[in-house]
Every structure is written in C-alpha cells, then in structure tokens.
C-alpha cells in the first residue's frame, strides 16, 4: 500500500494563478483532510470530507475549495492566488471505525505563491 | 476554544541523555490525546493515541503519559535518529464526530552524537 500520496511535491505560482493540488489514499478511508503547515502556527484544517460526495470547511476555509468525487481522492484548490497561501500542505485520512482512529498524512506539497 | 501548547519549542540532547517533552492541552472534554513524529520535509508519522488520565504507552526509546491538562513524552537514551519535530494533538468530545484534531506548534527534538 502506498497510504496517502499528494501530488505535485512543489510548486511556484504567481500571484492570482490557480491551480489543484491532488490527495489519493488506497485504505479506503472514509475522511479525509486538508491542512496547512505555517512556521509557528501548527498544523491548521483547512476542509475535511466525512465521505464520497460531502466536504466542509475547517478552520481557514477561506481562498480554498475542495471537492471528494472518488472516494480515495481529495482535491484541493486555489482559485486565485494569494502570498498568503505560501504553506506545505498535507492532506491525512482516517478510517470509520470509531472515535478512536489516528489520522494517515502524506508527505505534503510545498506551495510558494510569489 | 481548544488548545494545545508544547514546550519547549526546541531541544538539544547528547545521545544517551534522556528528557522529556511537555505538551499542555485545555479542551472540552478530552476524546483522545495524539503524538507525532514529522522528520524535515515529510509528513507528520503517528506515534501514540492516549484516552484517559492515567494512561501510558512505550514504543522503544518512547513513552507517552497522560494527566488530566498535560501529556509528556519521555526519550530514554535517545540516539540521533530520534532527532524530529514531535508533535501534540487533541481530539474534543462533543459536536461533529469527523476527528478534527487541535495541534501545538511542535518541539524541535536533535540529538547530538
């Protein structure tokens, strides 16, 4: 099993550019979770999806979009560009089979909006 | 509003000199307190989950404990490669069950051969 992949792994924009940043897990868990990584801020939720088809806003919602067509991905995008989404972003994913599940976290997209 | 504060924000140990990691939490009602480890430029690698006060968990030079407001993670003889950010998160009872977790900031671990 590869766990949770994202692609791309880097990724330079230029301010009011868009782009996706893709989330694929083959342990067919049912959340999924989109966060950012600031120096000094902690990881941060910016949406999460408790399945196929449904999505919700975290913490810092704003500027992102998200969208779970296929159970095992989970898109996230930024429709216009911002400095202030310069971040590493890691998605995770987490089984239903209980309260009592850690979250999986691929290892990130590092983000530069310039 | 859920909190969680590590300290300290970073450490510095020779190999062998074991210590103890401190992270501080305030939540409504504790469901489940978690441990990290994230080595640079990699995602966070789950560690420990602890339910109640009272609770331990080892995993080879690691042991997680939980209090009421506090959790610590004990490094016995720790070695370089233990060297990693290790991070705390907090998981509240009540409202929406979709496991959203609370995280501190993270404590800068590097052990020195």
């Known amino acids: 099993n590869a766990g949770v992949t994202q692609t791309p792994k880097f990724r330079v924009l230029k301010t009011g550019q868009s782009m996706t940043l893709l989330c694929a897990q083959d342990?067919?868990?049912?959340?999924m979770y989109w966060y950012r990584q600031d120096p000094g801020m902690g990881l941060r939720l910016i949406h999460y999806?408790?399945?196929?088809?449904?999505?919700a806003k975290g913490e810092v919602p704003d500027g992102y979009n998200v969208s779970r067509l296929k159970k095992q991905n989970f898109l996230l995008g930024l429709e216009s560009a911002a400095p202030s989404q310069t971040s590493v972003y890691f998605c995770?994913?987490?089984?239903?089979?209980?309260?009592?599940?850690?979250?999986?976290f691929g290892p990130g997209t590092r983000l530069t909006v310039l | 509003e859920d909190q969680v504060t590590q300290s300290p924000e970073a450490l510095r140990l020779q190999e062998g000199e074991s210590s103890s990691l401190n992270c501080s939490y305030t939540?409504?009602?504790?469901?489940?307190l978690f441990w990290y480890r994230q080595d640079p430029g990699k995602g966070p690698e789950f560690l420990f989950t602890?339910?109640?006060a009272g609770e331990e968990k080892e995993k080879e030079r690691l042991k997680a404990t939980l209090t009421k407001k506090e959790s610590f993670l004990h490094i016995t003889a720790p070695k370089p490669e233990d060297s990693a950010t290790y991070l705390c998160?907090?998981?509240?009872?009540?409202?929406?069950?979709?496991?959203?977790?609370?995280f501190g900031q993270g404590t800068i671990l590097t052990v020195h051969p």
């Open positions: 995770a994913s987490r089984a239903d089979r209980g309260i009592y599940n850690e979250q999986f």
């Open positions: 999806s408790v399945g196929e088809g449904t999505t």
């Open positions: 939540v409504s009602g504790l469901r489940g």
């Open positions: 998160a907090v998981q509240a009872r009540g409202g929406t069950s979709y496991g959203k977790l609370t």
């Open positions: 342990m067919n868990h049912e959340y």
């Open positions: 602890l339910y109640s």
